[in-house]
């Protein structure tokens, strides 16, 4: 049997050379059956270093969106935390599987693709999450993603992204897709400030950036 990295890697190169980057997703999701092993990034719980990051209490005001929620576990999480959380992925699959893991759940799941945001949402949020969403698409697009991201900070409000990191001269091959220093100028470029930035480079383990920024 394939494993879920094979797969991933198979759907997302099959896709993108289709000229269709933000199609494999939904393929993904829905031929996963509900299992979260059929789905790599498919922790089950939140993220470890927004986890560790949400401790530092660096959060101030009551509204957050959780750009490319999956399955929900950092919007839980947000909640838990006090937040009035929007959840919101590409897939309706994805939230389909939301709304059957967390029934009860104060967030609201919602299907909505980044690149057609609701006009509503616009410069509403004071937390933006962004985890692992603008790694999963060729460069070129991404491009594109990051000022549609900056567009949901609240004035005053903040966005912390957290993505794999790679110097220029490394080689893009299939995802995900590191980022480089260069590409989250576009942040900046977006009329955010850049607050905090860490390159989480360890040996042996994968290179990621976590960086906060604020409007
Ligand atoms: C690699 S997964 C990361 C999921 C989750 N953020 C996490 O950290 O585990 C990327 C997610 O972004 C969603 N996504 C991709 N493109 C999107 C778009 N244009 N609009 C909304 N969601 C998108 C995918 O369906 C997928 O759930």
């Given amino acids: 049997m394939t494993d879920a990295y094979t797969r991933t890697v198979q759907l997302s190169t099959e896709f993108i050379e289709n000229g269709d980057p933000l199609g494999w997703f939904e393929a993904l999701y829905a031929t996963a059956n509900g299992d979260p092993n059929a789905v790599p990034w498919a922790r089950l719980t939140p993220n470890a270093l927004l986890l560790d990051w949400l401790d530092r209490d660096l959060i101030r005001g009551k509204t957050a ?6 399955l929900g576990d950092d919007a839980e999480e947000l909640a838990k935390r006090g937040l009035n959380v929007t959840g919101f992925d590409i897939s309706e699959s994805a939230i389909a599987w939301c709304d059957r893991r967390f029934p009860n759940s104060p967030v609201t799941y919602q299907v909505a693709d980044l ?3 609701p006009e509503a949402w616009k410069g509403t949020f004071d937390f933006v999450l962004e985890s692992y969403t603008i790694q999963a698409m060729p460069p070129e697009l991404r491009a594109k993603a990051i000022p549609k991201i900056a567009e949901l900070v609240a004035s005053s409000g903040q966005l912390l992204v957290i993505c794999r990191g790679r110097e220029p001269e490394q080689d893009l091959t299939t995802v995900p897709f590191p980022l480089t220093k260069a590409e989250l100028i576009g ?5 955010l400030s850049e607050m905090e930035f860490e390159d989480l480079a360890e040996p042996g383990t994968v290179r990621r950036f976590r960086v906060r920024y604020e409007k």
């Fill in 65 to 70: 969106i959780v750009i490319g929620c999956g």
């Fill in 187 to 191: 942040f900046q470029q977006a009329g």
């Fill in 115 to 117: 690149f057609a945001l």
